[in-house]
């Protein structure tokens, strides 16, 4: 009996000793699944967020690559250079060769045209060129002149700039040739800048 009993209690041990192998085998084979799915999902993560970065890259490089266009209105003032939205360009005169002249406080009344620009309905492509501002980005030419918005026209046709006297010099429209249009007609001066001298009507427009 006691051989018998021996021999049951071995059985036993042996079984116990099978349950946990089993259950080994299989934890290991759980956290190795798991490992792989972890894996996987990071894998997945930084290919949507290379595609991501790849797509923003493309929306910059379209949007650099799109020109300004340059076209010319007729108003009070005569026939003068706009974007293509209607908004007045102006140049300054106070620039001298071709170099801008005006930054910092100046740039923040009378914005920059920067970019590349492309000559239509009565610009000449010929007049149309870049010089690199001091922050090194690219501002439009026309004839030689650098040229600029005026924060203070709202809306197409406006003319508000025309006549300034401040940062430095006065402050024109550009007609199709290139030439300074010396009429009257601005608003009145901007909330700094230091003097400014201008007579005449308000806004204008374009016909």
């Not at 080994?24 to 799915?37: D, R």
């Not at 005169?93 to 170099?99: E, N, R, V």
């Not at 007609?175 to 009145?188: D, F, L, M, V």
């Amino acid at each position: 009996m006691s051989t018998v009993n021996a021999v049951y209690e071995r059985m036993k041990a042996g079984a116990r000793l099978t349950g946990v192998l089993v259950t080994a085998a299989v934890l290991a084979a759980a956290c190795s699944s798991s490992s792989k799915s972890g894996s996987g999902g990071s894998n997945t993560t930084g290919a949507a967020g290379t595609a991501s970065a790849a797509g923003a890259s493309s929306s910059a490089s379209a949007g650099s690559a799109s020109a300004v266009s340059i076209e010319t209105h007729s108003g009070p003032m005569g026939t003068y250079l706009t974007d293509g939205s209607g908004r007045s360009l102006y140049l300054f005169a106070a620039d001298t060769a071709g170099k801008s002249n005006c930054s910092g406080a100046c740039a923040s009344f009378w914005p920059p045209l920067t970019g590349s620009a492309t000559a239509m309905s009565g610009a000449q492509t010929g007049m149309l060129a870049t010089v690199t501002r001091s922050d090194g980005s690219k501002q439009v030419t026309y004839d030689g002149h650098p040229l600029y918005y005026f924060r203070q026209d709202t809306k197409a046709g406006q003319t508000s700039g025309q006549g300034f006297d401040n940062f430095g010099g006065k402050w024109w429209l550009v007609a199709p040739s290139g030439q300074p249009i010396s009429g009257s007609g601005g608003a009145s001066s901007p909330a700094s800048g230091g003097s400014s001298s201008s007579s005449g009507g308000g806004g204008g427009g374009w016909a």
